[in-house]
C-alpha cells in the first residue's frame, strides 16, 4: 500500500493541487504521515476531475495525463468523425456518378431477371411445338429446338437491359 502527497499526484497527473484536493474531500479519504493511499487517490481524482476542465493543465505540462488521455479521446474522436463524413461524401459522389447502385435496386432487377429467365424457358415447349408438329427428322427438331433456345438467351443477355433497369 503505497502513500503519495496531493501535490505529487497533481504533478504526476498534470492536475491542480486544488482538484487533488476537492477529489479528496469529496471521497473523504483519510490521510496519514505520508499522505493518501495511492490507490484510493487517483480513482477518487478520476471520479471527480472533470476531464475537459484540466485539459489545459495537460497540454502545457506535455506528461501524459488523465487530461492528455481525455484530450487524445476527444482528437480521436474528432478525426472518426471527420473520416467518416469524408467517407460519406465518397460514397455520395460515387453514387451521383454511378459507380454505385443500391442493393435494392440490384435485388430487384435480379429477380426480374431470373423471373424472365423461367417465364421463357417455360414458354419454349409452346414455342417450339408447333414448329416441329409433323416433323420426323431428328436433325430438323434438334436445329429448331436449338434456334428458338439461342433466340431466347439473346433476348435475356442484352447488358444494357439489365444496366438500365439498375441504374433507374
Known amino acids: 500500500?503505497?502513500?503519495?502527497?496531493?501535490n505529487a499526484l497533481a504533478n504526476e497527473l498534470g492536475i491542480s493541487p486544488n482538484t487533488v484536493k476537492a477529489a479528496a474531500v469529496a471521497a473523504d479519504l483519510p490521510h496519514g504521515r505520508g499522505g493518501f493511499n495511492e490507490d484510493?487517490?487517483?480513482a477518487a481524482v478520476e471520479d471527480f476531475a472533470d476531464p475537459a476542465r484540466i485539459a489545459?493543465?495537460?497540454?502545457?505540462?506535455?506528461?501524459?495525463t488523465l487530461a492528455t488521455t481525455s484530450t487524445n479521446t476527444l482528437a480521436n474522436a474528432r478525426a472518426r468523425?471527420?473520416?467518416?463524413?469524408?467517407?460519406?461524401?465518397?460514397l455520395e459522389h460515387r453514387v451521383r456518378v454511378g459507380e454505385?447502385?443500391?442493393?435494392?435496386?440490384?435485388?430487384?432487377?435480379?429477380?426480374?431477371?431470373i423471373a424472365a429467365v423461367r417465364t421463357s424457358l417455360l414458354s419454349l415447349g409452346y414455342r417450339i411445338a408447333p414448329l416441329?408438329?409433323?416433323?420426323?427428322?431428328p436433325?430438323?427438331?434438334?436445329?429448331i429446338i436449338n434456334e428458338q433456345i439461342r433466340t431466347a438467351l439473346r433476348e435475356l443477355a442484352d447488358p444494357d437491359r439489365f444496366l438500365d433497369e439498375v441504374l433507374s
Open 81 to 90: 468523425a471527420e473520416e467518416a463524413r469524408a467517407d460519406k461524401l465518397e
Open 132 to 137: 416441329i408438329t409433323g416433323s420426323t427428322d
Open 40 to 42: 484510493n487517490l487517483r
Open 1 to 6: 500500500m503505497s502513500q503519495i502527497s496531493m
Open 56 to 64: 489545459g493543465h495537460a497540454a502545457s505540462s506535455g506528461k501524459t
Open 139 to 143: 436433325q430438323a427438331i434438334a436445329g
Open 100 to 113: 454505385l447502385v443500391e442493393r435494392e435496386a440490384v435485388t430487384n432487377v435480379a429477380t426480374d431477371l
